[in-house]
């Protein structure tokens, strides 16, 4: 079953649970709490619509139906209380506090009694078709398209542990990239699906879903180049673990069955602020438009009538996981500025002309980017978008510029309150250190306070 069939279920299932367990509720709260004949009204049947939607809303935002097909119990299990715990005290807040009982303890009551019902309803069905997933991977019927990489002893060992195991981990071997040449042993179990430099393209033809990495976690710069390079597609990347992993901590078992592999983890905030994250976007950048209205009239009518050409000017960057568009903002530079080829600006450029020069200074000229922030293009936060040219230039000297394309790009980041505009490659890979230590903190308070640094660059005119 794929993900979008297994997500099809869980929320058919949830939704027909929690209407179920609304009904039940609503009954035992008109018999046993206020102790009169069970009727149907208008705030029940509201209620058999809103309540379900509400709890869908709460299992979006915690991130319950994110990789279906890897759920095991522990996980659905811990998922499914931090939900149940949260969504019973909104609805006890908002719909039942207000109700009119005998005695305080009643509260106690349907409190306990909205929880016990929903959570057991609900968690039944989850638990059932969560042990059929297990079922089927622990049955190899089901499992992840896996590529290893590798081809000395190493490989060979993890290949057999893998296949060994007397339960299943999900892995399905497709082939493997032979780093050491294709004369092994490896080559004689598995097919050999081709170089390490056509990595991108072997995992798109196979449909790869998971990556294990066959080198010793001491080769940093070898694994380093790999992971960057895999990092932002959506994949289990694993390496594998030696003798220092396991004494450091970095093993982290979630399946006692399983290999001796460290699962790189990708995840760089709780999906429920990456959710309040975009809300944040959504809100603000809508609002920003509609007051900044008259600034975007003043700004545009300068820019034509002190240069010639458009008002806006639109060009090509690489925003998340790779995928190109075209970022909007105020025109600064005349016409043709890069008709010899791409070129970073200075701080004496005299391609910029002199309304440019203020927009830039105080950032005006990035306000019209809120649209490209409304589209889902990019964020309020997140390290500035690049050309691919550039990237590629900065990515031959360190590949981890790479990895500042696993999140959406942003109006303004780190390294752009930091340390400004770049005006060559090192500064760019200057810059860079900021957003890399930005994206390994992410947070909605570190989105604030380089918010809150960036106003006050706009205020002060303090900008590079």
Known sequence: MNQKRLKTLFISVDLLTAGIAWALFFFYRKTF??????????????????????????????GTYNNLRRMYFMRILSYSMRSFLL???????????????????????????????????????RLIITNYLVKQIATRKSGFRTLLIGGSKKAVDIYKEVE??????????????????????LSTQLPHLGHLENLERIIDENNIEEVIIALDSSEHERLKRIITRLQGREITIKIAANMYDLLSGSVKMTNIFGALLIEVN?????????????????VASTIAIILLL?????????????????????????GKNGVPFNIIKFRTMVVDA?????????????????IGKFMRKVRLDEIPQFWNVIKGEMSLVGPRPERQFF???????????????????GITSWGQVKFGYAEN????????????????????????????????IVLKGSGK
């Open 391 to 409: 990237i590629d230039k900065i990515a031959e000297r360190e590949p981890q510029f790479l990895q500042l394309t696993k999140v959406k790009p």
């Open 87 to 125: 969504g019973t005290l909104g609805i006890f807040f908002f719909l039942i506090l207000d109700d009119e009982v005998f005695i305080h303890t009643d509260y106690y009551k349907l409190l306990i009694a909205l929880f016990v019902i929903h959570s057991t309803l609900t968690l039944i069905p």
């Open 425 to 456: 490659v090192d500064e760019m890979l200057q810059r860079m250190k900021y957003d890399l230590l930005y994206i390994k903190n992410m947070s909605i308070a570190i989105d604030l306070k380089i918010l809150l640094y960036t106003i006050g």
């Open 294 to 318: 008259p600034v975007y009239i003043v700004l545009g009518i300068m820019v034509k009538s002190t240069s010639k050409g458009p008002v806006f000017f639109l060009q090509e960057r690489v």
């Open 338 to 354: 890069e008709k010899a080829g791409p070129q970073l600006s200075s701080s004496n450029d005299n391609r910029i002309t002199k």
């Open 33 to 62: 709490i206020e102790q009169v004949p069970f009727e149907t009204s208008d705030r029940f049947f509201i209620g058999l619509i809103a309540v379900p939607i509400f709890w869908l809303a709460v299992y979006f935002v915690l």
């Open 266 to 282: 990708d995840d760089l905030m709780p999906h429920w602020q990456f959710v309040v994250k975009r809300l944040m976007d959504l």
């Open 164 to 185: 060994g195991l007397p339960k299943g981990t999900g892995s399905i071997f497709v082939g493997f990239i032979n780093l050491n040449g294709i004369d092994n042993e």
